[in-house]
């Protein structure tokens, strides 16, 4: 595709729900990343994906949270039980080649609000 | 612990003028630099700064990183109001998967 792509835009969930929000990333490219990012804060990273195998999930906050890239294309973060402190737009980006080495392309987010 | 450290926070100029945004950071294993332009919510990559001194220019934006002292500087001239955004800087470490983020500067740039 011509960019990255985020759906839901906006996601609306009750205390305790469990949401899906899904990353389908620039055609070709091998690596992709989650972050979140909360109002007035920068990005902070979730989690990395090399094509299919999730080489760092040292940024998920708690085992709530869970993402996969079974087919080393599109991605799926998932998050359990949401709490409100989770409200925060999820944006997820990719890269042509390695982590480390290539620029990052973002998506345009999905904002959640945990009520 | 690594910190990047964006100033303003926020900056509200008239069109036509010029601004400097400020990065500054303290990580291990630096390896690059890079600003983003943030509107609405997808951040849009506008620079990549590896080297010391060397001046990366798009049209009427401007960066350049210093190594030596840790920050790097965006530079708009001429602004338009379409330059109003949150400008991201970041940074990449080497052997890491993520990049680092600032806080943002919050530029409105009023008619």
């Known amino acids: 595709g011509a960019g990255v792509s985020q759906s839901p835009r906006y996601k609306v969930a009750k205390r305790g729900q469990d949401v899906a929000l899904r990353c389908d990333p620039i055609s070709g490219h091998v690596s992709l990343f989650w972050y979140q990012q909360a109002l007035g804060q920068g990005p902070e990273f979730l989690t990395y994906f090399q094509n299919e195998a999730q080489l760092d999930k040292s940024g998920l906050p708690s085992d709530r949270f869970f993402a996969e890239r079974p087919e080393g294309s599109v991605s799926t973060l998932k998050i359990q039980r949401t709490q409100q402190e989770d409200s925060a737009v999820y944006l997820c980006a990719s890269s042509y080649g390695l982590a480390a080495k290539n620029i990052q392309y973002f998506g345009a987010g999905t904002r959640l609000s945990v009520l | 612990e690594d910190k990047v450290v964006q100033s303003p926070l926020s900056l509200v100029v008239h069109e036509g003028d010029t601004v400097t945004l400020n990065c500054s950071y303290e990580v291990t294993n630096f390896r690059s630099l890079l600003w983003y332009k943030q509107e609405k919510k997808a951040p849009t990559f506008l620079f990549m700064l590896?080297?010391?001194?060397i001046e990366k220019k798009s049209g009427r934006l401007s960066s350049i990183l210093d190594k030596k002292e840790l920050f790097s500087i965006l530079n708009i001239t001429a602004t338009q109001t379409g330059d109003s955004a949150v400008y991201l800087c970041?940074?990449?470490?080497?052997?890491?998967?993520?990049?680092?983020f600032g806080t943002g500067t919050r530029l409105t740039v009023i008619p």
């Open positions: 970041a940074v990449e470490k080497t052997g890491a998967n993520n990049l680092f």
């Open positions: 590896t080297s010391s001194g």
